[in-house]
């Protein structure tokens, strides 16, 4: 406990006393429902890259698998380091990963100078851990070859069983078993705890690119061609005839995986348009509207623009409408997105899992979104917890303020298996040098 100062002067003591209380109240923490733990003092220096870039946290930067808890993000050596914990409270162990640095000079690929020196921030680590106990990262990427290595299988399904440094993990590669993967964006692992995913943004940048998603089990990646995995194919008939993706998801809720993106039809985010939606039964083969039509089918029959019914609420470019946000999906099955709409203002977006019609409305505050246990609709922001009904989104009641402290200095990242594994929620961020990991208890 930290002992409050002592005043020399009686009358400033009497006077200051009151504020004294107070600040010494908010300093404890809510032990039972609230932790935070330091997991390193190595984080990549905020004022070696481009001013104002935001290189921590990644997709999957922090990632709960069996008990134990994992973060990855780079360096303040220009590496990536991989911290582990057991849970619910245990000690972190982080390693660095010296054979692979970010310099000023490095070529990284195909995208010419978006591809060389230090970026604006797109060049986070992504990290996932597959069912046989793989730990899989991919990282330094806007426009560029593949950066990718794993460790050998087992590894997280008895992590005591493996003392944790840098021999874990295998060499650096730019493919997946077959030819190298080149004008890689915005890396991303998934699972559904029985099939493991890697989404790629491959073929371009901003406005013109593709969706591939790489399918791993038995071991390996099973289609590891460049070319294999494809879902949304760029193509269609409007503005410049091209566009890309930016994708949430997908997340899988009772056996359903849910993919919602908007489409950008050039390099500026003017050209921003439409909130989308597809769902697959059937693992992430097949892809279906809100009408159930067949809208896509892996490496078959891709989707685009153009698809029947692939738009969920029409938006039209020339607005402030901004890709990223966040989404979610609850045990009913209803679809939550949030994210900056068209007046740039924060907007709520929802599919009723029955009558498949989207609502959306105004908000106060942007986040990551969280599906409670008991009907509940989590926001974590940098700044703290707000909480909704998930069946009937309204005004955020505040559980937890005050903790922007911590992430001064990077992008947020959450842990998105968590709350599945004991109810807590998890955030990554970084102040200075530290990373901290914030962790909510929000189911009793």
């Known amino acids: 406990m930290h002992s409050l100062p002592r005043l020399s002067s009686p009358r400033l003591a009497g006077l200051l006393a009151p504020l004294l209380i107070v600040l010494a109240d908010a300093a404890q923490p809510d032990a039972e429902n609230l932790r935070t733990s330091v997991v390193a003092k190595n984080g990549m220096p905020k004022n070696i890259v481009t001013p104002g870039a935001q290189w921590n946290f990644g997709p999957g930067s922090l990632w709960t698998h069996r008990g134990w808890q994992y973060a990855a993000y780079w360096d303040e050596d220009c590496q990536v380091s991989v911290a582990r914990r057991k849970l619910p409270a245990g000690e972190w162990s982080t390693l660095s990963l010296p054979d692979y640095q970010r310099t000023e000079n490095i070529n990284r690929g195909k995208g010419g100078a978006k591809s060389r020196g230090f970026g604006d921030g797109h060049e986070k680590v992504s990290m996932g851990i597959s069912p046989d106990g793989?730990?899989?990262?991919?990282?330094?990427?806007?426009?560029?070859?593949?950066?990718?290595?794993?460790?050998?299988?087992?590894?997280?399904?008895?992590?005591?069983?493996?003392?944790?440094?840098?021999?874990?993990?295998?060499a650096v590669q730019d493919h997946l078993g077959d030819e190298p993967i080149t004008s890689v964006t915005y890396p991303s692992f998934t699972t559904d705890g029985s099939r493991f995913t890697l989404y790629l943004r491959l073929n371009g940048g901003s406005g013109s690119a593709d969706s591939h998603y790489f399918q791993y089990a038995d071991g390996r990646w099973q289609n590891a061609?460049?070319?294999?995995?494809?879902?949304?194919?760029?193509?269609?008939?409007?503005?410049?005839q091209t566009v890309n993706a930016y994708l949430h998801g997908p997340i899988s809720q009772g056996g359903r995986l849910h993919l919602a993106w908007c489409w950008r039809d050039t390099p500026d985010s003017r050209s921003n348009h439409d909130l989308c939606y597809a769902y697959s039964d059937d693992r992430g083969s097949t892809?279906?509207?809100?009408?159930?039509?067949t809208i896509g089918v892996i490496d078959k029959k891709f989707i685009t623009a153009d698809s029947p019914g692939v738009t969920a609420v029409e938006i039209p470019p020339?607005?402030?409408?901004?890709?990223?946000?966040?989404?979610?999906v609850d045990a009913t099955g209803r679809v939550h997105v949030l994210k900056k709409g068209p007046n740039r203002k924060p907007t709520y977006f929802t599919r009723d899992p029955k009558s498949g019609k989207w609502h959306h409305q105004d908000t106060s505050r942007?986040?990551?979104?969280?599906?409670?246990?008991?009907?509940?609709?989590?926001?974590?922001?940098?700044?703290?917890?707000?909480?909704?009904p998930a069946n009937h989104f309204g005004p955020l009641d505040p559980v937890f303020t005050g903790m922007d402290r911590y992430f001064r200095d990077s992008k947020?990242?959450?842990?998105?298996?968590?709350?599945?594994h004991d109810g807590w929620i998890s955030v990554i961020g970084q102040r200075g040098k530290t990373i901290t990991v914030i962790d909510y208890k929000v189911s009793h």
């Open 225 to 240: 061609a460049p070319t294999s995995g494809k879902l949304i194919d760029k193509h269609w008939s409007g503005g410049d």
């Open 412 to 420: 947020m990242g959450l842990d998105p298996f968590r709350m599945a």
């Open 134 to 170: 793989v730990i899989h990262l991919s990282f330094d990427h806007h426009l560029s070859t593949l950066r990718y290595r794993a460790t050998r299988t087992g590894v997280a399904n008895a992590p005591e069983k493996h003392p944790w440094t840098a021999s874990l993990f295998g």
């Open 318 to 328: 020339g607005t402030s409408y901004l890709n990223g946000g966040s989404m979610a």
């Open 287 to 293: 892809w279906k509207n809100d009408k159930g039509q």
């Open 366 to 388: 942007l986040g990551k979104l969280v599906a409670g246990r008991n009907g509940e609709l989590f926001i974590v922001a940098e700044d703290g917890l707000w909480k909704t």
